[in-house]
């Protein structure tokens, strides 16, 4: 269980993740890192579900990568294939939400690839809480991505038992 909040605003995009690690009503660790860059910086990653899925997916996304030229689309697209077709893969139980300077997706083991209308995208147990404030923050507030992001997982650890408020936020700015 955990959250994780990608936030798109004024040529910033900005993912965050919560660090509780939880087995049953347990939680195991605190201070786990869900979000990653990779690519010298210039693609943002966070993970939700079982943490050995997490891992998989992780280094097959970052092997689709290498194989499409460090096209984000195409790698998403072509993981996702995998994901849906492999007989192993399709036992995974995790999520993830990557990103770049110009593209934020959501990647599920349903063959979903899908880019947010908004620029914000979710998920985890806390998903639809940080969702909301995400929302909100971006249309109602000053902040920046990255601060939205922040804010919006904080109050997702405020509701969501599954998720706390050890959170990890990495962010790249498209003018950079």
Known sequence: MTTICCVRKDGEVAIGGD???????????????????????????????STADAMNLFERF?????????????????????????????????????????????????????????GIATIGSGGAYAKAAATALVNHSNLNAKDAAREAMLIAANICVYTNNSITIHSIDKES
């Open 19 to 49: 660090g509780q690690v939880s087995l049953g009503d347990t939680v195991m660790k605190h201070s786990a890192r869900k979000v990653r860059t990779i690519r010298d910086g210039s693609i943002l990653t966070g993970f939700a579900g």
């Open 62 to 118: 970052e092997a689709k990568l290498d194989e499409h030229g460090g096209s984000l689309l195409r790698s998403a697209v072509a993981l996702a294939k995998d994901w849906r077709t492999d007989k192993y893969l399709r036992q995974l139980e995790a999520m993830m939400i990557v990103a770049d300077a110009d593209n934020t997706l959501l990647i599920s083991g349903n063959g979903d690839v899908l880019e947010p209308d908004d």
